[in-house]
């Protein structure tokens, strides 16, 4: 399929990880950018299918397999759970012009067996090792970057896409506040010990939001810095 078909799909397959649900109630960056996509795509006119966890929230048609996200129910094989999801978005491609994966690469490994145009956004590398399946299907899928500076020069690139936000979430003050905020997941890649440097050579305080996903890294390099005075976490929001 090449561009100028692509502009004429009127059904859409966008697959969201079920880590957790979509949109998410606290963290989910993925599934926070699948549910932008979904509900923009909608209110465009297009006829939109969400494949996510059944307690979802969309304006699309919901396609759901997995009850609750794992990271929510962990009584669930996370492993387990995400074959069912990919598998079930495989077995009723058929049924749209185009699949949006937001799901990383795992999906990639179905593009050989099914008919339809997948989309791939790359939502970034956790690995190395995980540039493997993208290379491989390179020529089965199509790829967009989320920044120039996040691309793999190997890899064909349709474009880049920025992650943007609903700013009807948000409420934007009229002047600068007199605190320092990090939000984010609490990991090396993101640099948290970082901003708590930066504060205290600021003289400001810091709020820190966002789940710890590296526990070593927070008790280690973070930890440390919280005083519950200048600098204070309050978990995920």
């Given at each position: 399929?090449?561009?100028?078909?692509?502009?004429?799909?009127?059904?859409?397959?966008?697959?969201?990880?079920?880590?957790?649900?979509?949109?998410?109630?606290?963290?989910?960056?993925?599934?926070?950018?699948?549910?932008?996509?979904?509900?923009?795509?909608?209110?465009?006119?297009?006829?939109?299918?969400?494949?996510?966890?059944?307690?979802?929230?969309?304006?699309?048609?919901?396609?759901?397999?997995?009850?609750?996200?794992?990271?929510?129910?962990?009584?669930?094989?996370?492993?387990?759970?995400?074959?069912?999801?990919?598998?079930?978005?495989?077995?009723?491609?058929?049924?749209?012009?185009?699949?949006?994966?937001?799901?990383?690469?795992?999906?990639?490994?179905?593009?050989?067996?099914?008919?339809?145009?997948?989309?791939?956004?790359?939502?970034?590398?956790?690995?190395?090792?995980?540039?493997?399946?993208?290379?491989?299907?390179?020529?089965?899928?199509?790829?967009?970057?989320?920044?120039?500076?996040?691309?793999?020069?190997?890899?064909?690139?349709?474009?880049?896409?920025?992650?943007?936000?609903?700013?009807?979430?948000?409420?934007?003050g009229e002047k600068p506040g007199d605190k320092l905020v990090f939000l984010g997941?609490?990991?090396?890649?993101?640099?948290?010990?970082?901003?708590?440097?930066?504060?205290?050579?600021?003289?400001?305080?810091?709020?820190?939001?966002?789940?710890?996903?590296?526990?070593?890294?927070?008790?280690?390099?973070?930890?440390?810095?919280?005083?519950?005075?200048?600098?204070?976490?309050?978990?995920?929001?």
């Amino acid at each position: 399929m090449n561009i100028e078909e692509l502009k004429k799909t009127k059904k859409i397959a966008v697959l969201s990880p079920v880590a957790w649900r979509t949109p998410p109630r606290q963290y989910g960056a993925w599934e926070t950018v699948a549910s932008n996509i979904a509900e923009g795509l909608v209110e465009r006119g297009w006829d939109v299918t969400l494949f996510a966890t059944a307690d979802s929230i969309t304006t699309a048609k919901l396609h759901a397999v997995i009850e609750r996200g794992y990271e929510e129910d962990r009584t669930q094989d996370a492993k387990v759970v995400e074959c069912l999801q990919i598998s079930e978005m495989a077995e009723h491609a058929d049924q749209f012009d185009l699949i949006h994966n937001n799901y990383d690469f795992l999906p990639l490994t179905y593009t050989r067996l099914i008919n339809t145009p997948m989309l791939t956004t790359i939502h970034g590398f956790s690995s190395d090792q995980i540039r493997r399946v993208y290379h491989k299907y390179k020529n089965d899928s199509y790829y967009t970057s989320i920044s120039d500076s996040d691309r793999d020069p190997q890899l064909p690139y349709l474009g880049t896409v920025y992650n943007g936000i609903d700013l009807s979430n948000l409420t934007v003050g009229e002047k600068p506040g007199d605190k320092l905020v990090f939000l984010g997941r609490i990991h090396p890649d993101k640099g948290t010990h970082l901003a708590c440097e930066t504060a205290k050579k600021a003289g400001m305080p810091l709020v820190i939001a966002g789940i710890i996903q590296d526990e070593s890294y927070f008790n280690e390099k973070v930890k440390p810095h919280i005083d519950d005075k200048q600098i204070t976490y309050i978990g995920p929001v």
